[in-house]
C-alpha cells in the first residue's frame, strides 16, 4: 500500500486537482491513502482572516472570506464535475466558510485570537482540498471516499503544535481506513489536522501534511498493513547535489539516509523537513519525494540508511552572523563555555556553528536574533567581535569525519573564498564553514564543480 500525499501546489487549482486524481486512481488496484494539504495561497488568506479578525477589520475579513470562496468555487468549475458532485462540493464550501465567518466574528468580538480558536480556522483548506480531491477520483472512476482527519489524527491539546498520539492514530486507522481499503476503496483525507481529546480541532505546525502523511503510514504499518513507501508530491523532483537556482547543473539525487537528509534542510534545503517525516523512517518506510508535474521522474528515495560514503549533496543558508567570544583569563578556567552558552538561552536564541579554542568560542546565530542585547551580555565578561552579512555552506554525506581527503578537495576547490569559521567532526555527515552572504553562490558552485563535475568522475 502507498501514501500518498500532496502539497498545496500540487492541488492549487481545480485542473492540478484533477492531475493528481490521475496519479491516485493509478493504484485503484490497490488503493492509496492520499493526504491532501490546503490549495496553494489558502494558508496565507487563512492567516489574513484570522488576522483581519483580531484587529477589528471587519472589511479585511470580508475580503479573506471572499477570496477563499472564489479560489475554491473555481476549483469546482475548473473540474468540471457532473451536477450532484459539484453540488455537494459547493455546499461543503459554504458550510466551511459560514464556519470560518463565525469564528472570525467571535475573534472580532472579543478582540482576542487564542491558539484553539486559530487552529480551528487554519485547518480549514486542508478540510476543503479532501473534499474536492475525493470529487475529483470519483469523476476519473476511482471509487473514492473521504475522511475527516478528526477522525484520524488523535492529538493532545497543544494547539498550533500538536503532539500526535500513535497508539491511537494506528487504532482509528485500523477501524476506519481499513474496512474502506478493503471494499476497494481509495481514502482521501487532509494532513496537518488532527483533534484533541475534546474534539476540538488541532494543528500539527510546521510541516504538518508530511508529518501527517508518516503517521499516518506509521499507523498503517502498526496495524499490520504493509505498507510499500509513504511518496511527498511537490513540485520539484526531488533532493538535489545543491539549489538548482543557484547551480544550474544540480543533478537529482537518487536515495540519502535519514540523517544526511536532516544536515541538507538543517542547512538550507526545503524540500522536506525530517522531523516529520520521523515516525516512518523509524519504522523502515521508505519516504520518497517526487514531482506532481513530472511524475515519470522517480524522485529522491530517503531511508533510514543508504550504501556508500562521501559527499550527497551541498547546501547554503544566508542570513547569518557570527559572534567571536574570547577572554584570554578564561585559559583552562571551567565553567566559561557555559557562561556563554547561558547567555544565548537568556536571550532564546539558538546557536549553529561553533568553533572553539582555549580562551574563545564563535559561533553563529540568526541575523534577526537580538544580537545587540546578546553582545551586551556577554561583554560582562568577554570581548566580542560580530560579523554580519554571512552565508553557511554546508557539504553533506556520509562518512565525511573518516573518509580521507573531503577538506583537501573542498578548501582546494574554494580557493580565495575565505572561510571565516570552519566546523569540522562534531558530525560524521557534514563540514560546516561560514562565508560572506555574496560569495556563498561563488561557493557553492566550485564545490559542485569538484565534486558532482565532469572533473569529479
Known sequence: MLVMKFGGSSVADGERILHVA???????????LAVVSAMGGVTDALLALSKAAREGEQAAADRALAELSARHQAAVDAMGLPAGPAATCREEISKELWRLGQLATGVALLGELSPRTSDAIAAAGELLSATLLTEALRKRGTRAVKIDPRELMATDATYGAAAPDEAAISSRLFEKVLPERAAGRTVVTGG??????????????????????ALFGAGLRDAGVPVEAIEIWTDVDGILTADPRVVPDARLIPEVSADEAAELAFFGAKVLHPATIRPAVT????????????????????????AGHGVRA???????AALF???PRMLLAHGY?????????????????????????STTVDEKAPIEAIVRDLSKFAEVQVLRHLAVVSVVGKGLRTTPGVAARIFSALGDVNAVM????????????VVSADQAAN???????????????
Open 22 to 32: 490521475d496519479l491516485v486512481g493509478q493504484h485503484a488496484s490497490d488503493p492509496a
Open 192 to 213: 496537518f489536522v488532527g483533534a484533541a481529546p475534546d474534539g476540538s480541532i488541532t494543528t500539527l505546525g510546521r510541516g504538518g501534511s508530511d508529518f501527517s502523511a
Open 283 to 306: 519504522r523502515g518506510i521508505p519516504v520518497v519525494v517526487r514531482n506532481t508535474f513530472s511524475p515519470e521522474v522517480a524522485g529522491t528515495v530517503v531511508r533510514a540508511d543508504v
Open 314 to 320: 551541498l547546501a547554503a543558508r544566508k542570513g547569518v
Open 325 to 327: 567570544i574570547g577572554n
Open 337 to 361: 563555555a557555559a557562561r556563554v552558552f547561558g547567555v544565548f538561552e537568556a536571550h532564546g536564541v539558538p546557536v549553529d556553528v561553533i568553533a572553539t579554542s582555549e580562551v574563545s568560542i
Open 422 to 433: 570552519i566546523s569540522q567532526g562534531a558530525s560524521d555527515t557534514n563540514v560546516t564553514f
Open 443 to 457: 561557493a557553492l558552485r566550485r564545490l559542485h564543480a569538484a565534486f558532482f563535475g565532469e572533473a569529479a568522475w
